[in-house]
């Protein structure tokens, strides 16, 4: 089963980790630029 792992924090999605993470990055980002910024820094571990 894979995990997903942004900034120290796994999640078992994608989806789970964009969804939980967002909340933190609104702020200081676009949802476009939020999804760009995860797809270049996620670690994937399987």
């Given at each position: 089963m894979?995990?997903?792992?942004?900034?120290?924090?796994?999640?078992?999605?994608?989806?789970?980790?964009?969804?939980?993470?967002?909340?933190?990055?609104?702020?200081?980002?676009?949802?476009?630029?939020?999804?760009?910024?995860?797809?270049?820094?996620?670690?994937?571990?399987?």
């Open positions: 894979a995990h997903y792992k942004l900034d120290g924090a796994k999640f078992p999605t994608i989806e789970e980790l964009k969804e939980s993470l967002w909340p933190l990055y609104h702020d200081k980002m676009s949802r476009d630029e939020f999804d760009k910024y995860v797809e270049e820094n996620v670690e994937k571990s399987e």
